[in-house]
């Protein structure tokens, strides 16, 4: 029987908060961000326009040398997803696959949800969205998007009761 993931909506309301700042950040074309009294400069986030560039970027993402020295890292292929539900990391017959929304919507194919979703490649647990997985993700931000992206997404956690 599988744990229950009980923190799965807290992770998700975190993550689309972090999201949102970097959406605002863009719009008022300014990186520079007063972040619970911290002054932070968040860093650009990648977007894609086709599943080609996102299987790029995951490649990348997971040649990165401290990728591989801090995690077991196999092939992770990407795929187009009917419709404009959300991302998803799935094992299917032994192959890893992120799959990612392609139609009618773009949200996904930026760089935030497809950490998301390299965090569940690399740290394959249950719940998916316990607080190893959620160590992962932080941790991967960090590595990939800097520091201040790791702060930020820990204190959001953080706030929103994420362990």
């Given amino acids: 029987m599988t744990p229950r993931d009980s923190q799965r909506s807290k ?31 968040l860093p650009p986030e990648a977007r894609f326009a086709s599943i080609d560039a996102v299987q790029r970027y995951v490649d990348q993402v997971l040649a990165m040398p401290a990728v591989t020295q801090r995690w077991q890292v196999s092939a992770l292929a990407v795929r187009a997803r009917r419709g404009a539900g959300a991302a998803h990391y799935e094992v299917q017959d032994g192959a890893a696959v992120i799959a990612v929304p392609e139609q009618s919507t773009r949200w996904a194919l930026r760089e935030l949800v497809l950490l998301h979703e390299v965090a569940h490649h690399l740290c394959p647990v249950e719940p998916a969205h316990g607080p190893e997985f959620c160590a992962t993700l932080c941790e991967l931000v960090e590595v990939v ?19």
Avoid: C, N, W
């Fill in 11 to 41: 992770v998700y309301a975190a993550e689309a908060f972090v999201r949102t700042m970097f959406d605002r950040a863009a719009q008022h074309h300014s990186r520079a961000i007063d972040f619970f009294g911290a002054s932070l400069t």
């Fill in 145 to 163: 998007m800097g520091p201040e992206v790791g702060h930020v997404l820990r204190v959001v956690y953080a706030k929103e009761g994420v362990r």
